[in-house]
Each structure stands twice: as structure tokens, then as C-alpha cells.
């Protein structure tokens, strides 16, 4: 059974680092991209990113480059979305999803169950 | 950049047919995913490549493209398929997600 586990729910202040993870199992880690979804309270989704943990191919969605970063970790199947100074308004859930990846085409088949920041001062 | 245009809402009654739209510029050979969400739980993916259904997603949900506008037809709609509901597509090597619909059965 693929499953994706993320850490849990982070409480920040502006300005502080923070890296959340999403572990998953069920299938082989490095031969599936992984991508990074943020939902802000109340909102729709906003795709961040992906990796492929293969050979770490990170591509990332022009609203969040620069602002996050995306890595992953071979040896512990599991994958980072990171941030060196928070701001309040990365306050969101954040999921990571596996994708299936084409040239014409991409979908996230299998789902972790989110992990809510805050940060606030 | 590319956009997916969904309608804020639709409403349905138990049993019958919703329809959910999603109009993108130009379709061209891109390929859409629809992504069904309900109230604290993550997205699950019930339709992909245009039409097909994952394993474990009920018949009553099928796709289909026409033109610039991709259709999410739920069928003999449920209660329980009360949630919102994302297009989603593969545009320059970046995924692009509607808007969403909240689909309210009544």
C-alpha cells in the first residue's frame, strides 16, 4: 500500500526556519516525482513544486521559487519542503503528493495528510 | 501563464446529474485531473488522463473533454459527493489547478 506521511503541525515565529517532511512507503521512493501542494485557510490549492528523488530534479512553480526549498533524501525515503525565514503568510496546509509525470500530463495519485503550519508572532 | 477557469459553485439534487466545468486557453495535448476534496481531508484524485477512474472511485464519476473545456460528470449524485472539486493540468512542466467548484447537493 503506497502511503505518505508528513510530519505534524509547526507553530513559528516570522522570521524562523522551518522543515517539514513527508515519509512515504509502499513503493520505490526514487522512481516517482513528489510534489509539494500549499492550500492557504479557506483557499484553493497552489502547486509549489516537485522532486524527483532519483536524481533530485527539483522543479519549482514560479510563485515559489526562491522561497522555499525542495529536497529529498534517498536513504530514509523522504522528501523536505523548507523554509529559511517564515512569514506569516506562509501560514497554510501543505501536502505533498506522488505524481505521475508525462510530457502532456501530471496527477498526484497518492496524497499525504497535510501538515499545518503557523506562523505568528 | 496558463489558467483553468471553473465555476465558484454547482448545485445539484440527490440522484441527479452535476456537471463541472473547467476551460482552460487552448486544451491542445495536455491531459486534465480532477481532484475531489472534502472538509479537513487531503485531496483524493478521481479522474486522470481525461476520463480514467482510479481504482476504488465509484462508476458514477466519469471525464471528458470537448473543445477548451474539460467536464467532471458525476452521476446519480450522492450526498456524500458533497465537497470541492479542482481541475487540474501539465502546462510547460508545471502543474496548474483550477480554482475549484463547490459542488452542494441539495
Not at chain 1, 520505490?28 to 485557510?41: A, C, E, K, N
Not at chain 1, 510530457?103 to 495528510?113: I, K, P, R
Not at chain 2, 482510479?54 to 470537448?66: D, L, N
Not at chain 2, 496548474?96 to 441539495?106: D, E, N, S
Request: charged content about 15%.
Amino acid at each position: 500500500e503506497v502511503q505518505l506521511v508528513q510530519s505534524g503541525a509547526e507553530v513559528k515565529k516570522p522570521g524562523e526556519s522551518l522543515r517539514i517532511s513527508c515519509k512515504v512507503s509502499g513503493y520505490t521512493f526514487s522512481t516517482y516525482w513528489i510534489g509539494w501542494v500549499r492550500q492557504l485557510p479557506g483557499k484553493g490549492l497552489e502547486w509549489m513544486g516537485i522532486i524527483y528523488p532519483g536524481d533530485s530534479d527539483v522543479r519549482y512553480s514560479p510563485s515559489f521559487q526562491g522561497q522555499v526549498i525542495i529536497s529529498a533524501d534517498k536513504s530514509i525515503n523522504t522528501t523536505y519542503l523548507q523554509w529559511s525565514s517564515l512569514q506569516a503568510s506562509d501560514s497554510a496546509m501543505y501536502y505533498c503528493a506522488r505524481h505521475q509525470i508525462g510530457y502532456t500530463f501530471a496527477y498526484g495519485d497518492s496524497w499525504g495528510q497535510g501538515t499545518l503550519v503557523t506562523a505568528s508572532s | 501563464s496558463y489558467e483553468l477557469t471553473q465555476p465558484p459553485s454547482v448545485s445539484v439534487s440527490p440522484g441527479q446529474t452535476a456537471s463541472i466545468t473547467c476551460a482552460g486557453e487552448t486544451w491542445g495535448d495536455k491531459f486534465v485531473s480532477w481532484y475531489q476534496q472534502k472538509p479537513g481531508q487531503s485531496p483524493l484524485l478521481v479522474i486522470y488522463l481525461d476520463y480514467k477512474r482510479p481504482s476504488g472511485i465509484p462508476e458514477r464519476f466519469s471525464g471528458s473533454t470537448s473543445g477548451n473545456t474539460a467536464t467532471l460528470t458525476i452521476s446519480g449524485t450522492q450526498p456524500m459527493d458533497e465537497a470541492e472539486y479542482y481541475c487540474q493540468a501539465w502546462d510547460t512542466k508545471a502543474v496548474i489547478f483550477g480554482g475549484g467548484t463547490k459542488l452542494t447537493v441539495l
